[in-house]
């Protein structure tokens, strides 16, 4: 019996999505990256889920691909790939312990915050073994300098979770014990806001992300305010809790 790949908890409004296959770094297989898709739309889908943590099981977060399947990676349609298209809205926290490689350390850049343990590390070794990354050309250049990116992904050398701290590709680095609740209490105080207007507000960054033309941009991030305005009972609670000095009771509608 196959063991799952995703452990799924939930706390309060705050899922954490724990990749389990400790016993391989966490490196994943084909089916593994279909049953982390069907979770990211499980995640999406729950209207009591507002954020989401992502870290891995064991010694690590992810090693990347499994390399005893790597002739996967040469179908039509690659796994690895599988869910490129989905638009999750909802933050997502990586808590990163351990390494962070391949597909591994691509996962940690699609997240929107990271926070890495002390032990944490990072890199493209694909060169190494002459073979190429499917995705960290497209992610490094949008976290850091080229130059540095292009050192990282040319040489396949491993970054340290300081290094990478220093270079703005994670937001923090704590002692593996502090790991955990320092992503929770993240998520806490992401929570502690409007739902709807968190979401928006990540639409509204990733399409300024995807240069979209600044007055088109600025439109549609109106039109988003617009929306809550007129239709939020969030904003509604916000208000009067301003207008009372209290701390504010968000329903996520």
Not at 27 to 51: G, N, Q
Not at 58 to 86: I, Q, T, V
Not at 126 to 150: C, D, E, K, V
Not at 210 to 224: K, Y
Request: hydrophobic share 40%.
């Amino acid at each position: 019996m196959n063991m799952v790949y995703t452990l799924y908890e939930k706390k309060g409004h705050t899922v954490i999505v724990t990749l389990n296959r400790p016993e391989k770094l966490n490196a994943y297989r084909s089916e593994d990256i279909r049953e982390l898709e069907k979770r990211w739309y499980e995640f999406r889908d729950d209207p009591d889920a507002w954020t989401a943590i992502l870290t891995g099981a064991g010694k690590a977060f992810c090693a990347g691909h499994d390399l005893a399947g790597l002739e996967e990676l040469c179908e039509p349609e690659p796994p690895s790939l599988h869910y490129r298209n989905l638009e999750l809205f909802k933050p997502v926290i990586c808590a990163v312990n351990g390494h962070a490689l391949g597909g591994g350390c691509s996962m940690t850049m699609g997240c929107d915050i990271r926070i890495a343990a002390e032990d944490a590390t990072f890199g493209y070794p694909q060169p190494n073994y002459a073979l190429t990354s499917l995705g960290g050309h497209q992610w490094m250049p949008r976290m850091t300098f080229r130059g540095i990116a292009m050192e990282m992904m040319l040489t396949g050398d491993r970054m340290t979770a300081q290094e990478a701290y220093r270079v703005g590709l994670i937001n923090k680095v704590v002692p593996l014990a502090e790991l955990m609740p320092a992503a929770l209490k993240l998520a806490e105080r992401i929570n502690s806001n409007g739902p709807l207007a968190v979401r928006a507000t990540k639409e509204d960054f990733l399409l300024g992300e995807r240069q979209l033309w600044q007055p088109d941009g600025t439109n549609f991030s109106r039109l988003n305010f617009a929306k809550l305005w007129l239709t939020s009972e969030d904003v509604k609670e916000g208000m009067k809790a301003f207008q009372e000095k209290r701390k504010p009771v968000y329903k996520g509608k």
